[in-house]
């Protein structure tokens, strides 16, 4: 109010919700300023409880790397000292114990198969003896020890005949079937033949050789050595007459044709 004129020069409306709100404001933003105040500069070292915290953990990884290096530091001392003694002439036998033969009893409880495993293993033996077997083969054909593997999946549609110049069987497959090794060895042979498309011999162990015949598609070369079951090459099925519509599979012992159902479950 103007003292003179008693004219109203300026006036302000206020309310007691309007004062606690604006106090409210105020208080948020001073907390706000005296946080980002603390965290921001080094003001907070000076608060209790605060530094403690830091400081613990600063203490804890001093003392892991300090327990580091004291170890790798005993390491390093170790090995010097291998070295002196061994420049000294002074490096002295370990004291480990040889054993020339370890022998292993049948008896002990911790190698017998639990009834589970047995069961397991009977189980196994018995669905997979049709799958990958080798066939006892009455003769001077040794086969101990080797497990021959079916080339391919199919039925037999001509068996071994040496008298019609038959000197291996045929298979009947699928199109896009592939062919497999039936024993470890290394391949002596991979080329092409007008007759019989590609051919793979490969040479086994024992003096067994391998003749897979009529191929469309050769997946090794000549020198490769191939696992048992590997695949080797690719047959397609054709539609020419003339032309073997089958996997010519012939197994040889020492220059010799063998009938390879001897030895193969097919």
């Known amino acids: 109010m103007n003292e003179s004129t008693l004219e109203e020069i300026w ?101 017998q198969k639990s009834a589970a495993e047995a069961e397991y293993v009977r189980q196994f033996e018995e669905e997979e003896k049709y799958n990958l077997s080798s066939l006892s083969q009455a003769g001077n054909v040794p086969v101990e020890g080797l497990v021959f593997f079916k080339p391919a999946k199919g039925l037999i549609a001509e068996k071994f005949n040496p008298l019609e110049n038959r000197f291996g069987v045929t298979i009947k497959t699928i199109s896009k079937e592939t062919i497999s090794a039936t024993l470890d060895g290394t391949i002596i ?50 539609t020419d007459e003339e032309k073997p519509s089958g996997l010519e599979f012939e197994l040889w012992y020492r220059g010799s044709a063998v009938n390879p159902e001897n030895y193969i479950s097919f």
């Open 11 to 111: 006036k302000i409306r206020t309310s007691i919700f309007s004062g606690i709100v604006l106090v409210i404001l105020f208080a948020t933003f001073l907390v706000g300023i005296t946080s980002v105040i603390i965290i921001a500069t080094p003001i907070r070292y000076y608060l209790p409880g605060y530094l403690d915290v830091e400081v613990r953990e600063n203490a804890i990884r001093s003392a892991i790397k300090a327990d580091s290096l004291e170890l790798q530091l005993k390491h390093q001392e170790i090995y010097i000292n291998n070295i002196r003694d061994i420049f000294a002439g002074n490096r002295q036998v370990d004291s480990v114990k040889v054993l020339d033969s370890i022998s292993i009893s049948a008896n002990d409880p911790l190698l």
């Open 189 to 238: 042979f991979a080329g092409f033949d007008l007759k019989t498309g590609y051919i793979i011999q490969i040479q086994h162990k024992n003096g067994f050789i391998s003749i897979y015949k009529n191929s469309t598609m050769l997946l090794k070369k000549s020198g490769d050595k191939v696992r048992t079951g590997e695949a080797i090459a690719i047959l397609d099925i054709s």
